[in-house]
């Protein structure tokens, strides 16, 4: 209620409204999208840490998943940033889509947020060593190595101002985690002050699909 109110003022009162009410109601609609975003997270984070049975196994195409992943990531990046993708083989791997495109879109969602203006961020399906690897990689501000271990924790910040500034929730990469679990797959995380950060979700060969 308060945030379709809040919209449908915000859009009413655009062509007259004082700069002020505007500000306010600028700030309105922000909030309830955070807010949105937070209890969606917390929903999708509690049925995931429920212990419910094993995802049921499906193909899933990686291109047609990668390239909407990339569209939500270009549509938060507002052409701020270069971000490029790239699909290697295999074209599928075996999980459930939606659990796959959350931790995937988180993955990329961060770079965004955490890489200033001008920089680049790539996103890449390949095979490695017979793992399949979704790698996402930025130019970034990079994280400080005491902070890695602990950055799957829920609500876990490097720079709670920082945090405050992008809108996220705190609780992408604890969504991560249990998706890849799940999936019996683990994430690697390299990254350096100043220099950017890489998140690689590596998957057994046992997913991997033609």
Known sequence: VVAGSSK???DDYESYATDEIK???ALICEHNARMKRLIE???TLSALESGGPAPNEERVALQP??????GDAQALSAGRHEIVLTVGE???????ANELRSAFSNLAGNAVRYTPQGGRIDLIWRVQNGF????????????AEH????LTERFYRVDRSRSRETGGTGLGLAIVKHVLTRHHASLEIESEPGKGSRFIARFPE???MA
């Open 147 to 150: 902070h890695l271990p602990r």
């Open 8 to 10: 449908i003022m915000a």
């Open 41 to 43: 997270d917390l929903l």
């Open 90 to 96: 295999p074209s599928a791997i075996g999980g459930c």
């Open 206 to 208: 046992r997913y991997l």
């Open 132 to 143: 399949g690897e979704f790698v996402v990689a930025d130019t970034g501000i990079g994280i």
């Open 23 to 25: 500000h306010y109601l």
């Open 65 to 70: 998943l990668l390239n909407s992943i990339l």
